[in-house]
Each structure stands twice: as C-alpha cells, then as structure tokens.
C-alpha cells in the first residue's frame, strides 16, 4: 500500500528536475497523475515512462486559463484533486538588481509568482467543494525557495516572487484551515536541477570552482540533491500529515540555522 493510492495528484512544471523526481514519487506511491509543462512532446514522452495513469496538459503556467484547464482535467478525467504541486519557474540572470532586464523581471514575476497564484485560484474551490461534499478536501505544496525566506543577492526578483510564494501559501493556509485544505510551502536551497546546470556553466570556472561558490553560505557545503527535496515534498502532501499547514519547510543545508 502506497501513501497516495488512489490519490489524484497534479504536477506543474513537470519535466523539470523537481517536477520528475515529484512526479515519480508520488507514482511509486500509487497516485494517479495530471502532468503540466510547457513542451507538449516533451511532456508526453516523460508521462510514458510513468507507471501510473496519467493525463497531461501543455501551456504556460502564467497564462491563468491553463490552471482553470488543470483543474477541469483532473475533475473530468479523475473526478477529483487530492494534491496540488505548483512547482513550475524559472530564474533570472545571476546579476545585481539594476542590470536585470525589465522584461526577464517581469517574465519571473508573470511565471513563479502569478503562475502559483492562478494555480491555487482554481484548487482552491475545488477542494472546498469536495470537502463540502465527502470530508475530505486536499492539500497544495507550492515549491518556493530559501530565497523567500531571505536574501538572495543577485538574485532579487527571483527572491521576491518567492517571498510572494511565501505569502500567498500563509495567507490561504489561514483562508482555508477549516475548509479542509493544507497549504504548504517547500523552500529548497541550491538543488542538482538545470538551473544549477546552468549557473555552473555560465560561470566559466570549473564545475567543483562554481559549486564552491553557489555553496559558500550553505554550512553542508554542497547542493541538494533531488531525492531530498522531492521527500519534504511527499512529507508535506501525505495524508497523515494532518496538522502541518501555513507552513514553510526548508531543505536548506543549514542555512536557515545561521
């Protein structure tokens, strides 16, 4: 027996490296699946590795019209959402505030936080309203960052749409504590994803130069690896986990300790 059997779960941004590792964990653990991200191929060739009934939806999370669509799949194909993971986002340069361009703040702004907000916009009723009906409501983990929790430097409007993140997984937790839905927030430091990838070679200096320098402020002096971002994850969303909500969970290294 699973933690999730049975359970309808609903993944954005689920060909990333938080989205697979997601994804996967919560099929071993015998969920069924509504999977989003942006490349449709991309999306369908990843859901049929997947031991798990699956749907699949590609759009633009910061278009709002794809989470009302989200929502409407899982209820049409599955009859119910058990569990919402909003983790689809991107980063901007790795500049100091004046030299990012206004239009890669706005894009971050538009995807990591609008993006979360439109999800849980159209959850939301629907897990009242299961609730309503059966008892049983649901639960949403939106994946944040260790940067809405501090600082980020070069960084910024990354760090701001997360503390956004932050405030919207508070400020519905407390809405909707007596309705039957558990908000929560996972707040993971650096992870082994693409946009660590990323930063490694844009960087220029070799791959153990640049960790050392992502890593510098982090006490266990290394990146997450997913395995451990996607188990607060599942912790977060499991059933029994009955009284956790409003809540941000870090997967840090430390750093929240110092």
């Known amino acids: 027996m699973g933690r999730?059997?049975?359970a309808m779960v609903l993944i954005t941004g689920a060909t990333g490296g938080l989205g697979r590792g997601a994804a996967k964990g919560f099929a071993a653990e015998g969920a069924r699946l509504v999977l989003s991200d942006l490349d449709e191929k991309t999306l369908a060739a990843f859901a049929e590795t997947l031991e798990a009934e699956t749907a699949i939806l590609a759009g633009n999370i910061a278009d709002e019209k794809l989470s009302e669509d989200?929502?409407?799949l899982a209820t049409e194909r599955f009859g119910r959402l058990d569990v919402a993971v909003n983790n689809a986002g991107i980063v901007h340069s790795f500049v100091r505030l004046p030299q990012v361009a206004s239009d890669e703040a706005r894009r971050v702004l538009e995807v990591d936080l609008l993006g979360v907000f439109f999800a849980m916009k159209h959850q939301i009723p629907l897990m009242e309203r299961q609730f309503k009906a059966s008892g049983k409501g649901g639960t949403i983990v939106n994946i944040a960052s260790v940067a809405g929790l501090g600082g980020a430097p070069k960084l910024s409007v990354y760090a701001a749409a997360k503390h956004g993140v932050v405030g919207l997984t508070r400020s519905a937790a407390a809405e909707y504590a007596t309705k039957g839905i558990r908000i929560n927030a996972i707040c993971p430091a650096h992870t082994r994803t693409a946009m660590v990838d990323g930063f490694v070679r844009g960087s220029g200096a070799p791959e153990?130069?640049?960790l050392a320098e992502l890593t510098r402020g982090v006490p266990m002096k290394r990146v997450?690896?997913?395995d451990e971002v996607i188990t607060a994850i599942?912790?977060?969303a499991d059933p029994t986990n009955s009284f956790m909500t409003g809540h941000t969970l870090a997967v840090d290294g430390g750093i929240g300790a110092i």
């Open 4 to 6: 999730f059997d049975g």
């Open 70 to 72: 989200l929502v409407t």
């Open 208 to 210: 153990a130069e640049a």
């Open 224 to 226: 997450a690896e997913v």
């Open 234 to 236: 599942l912790f977060a």
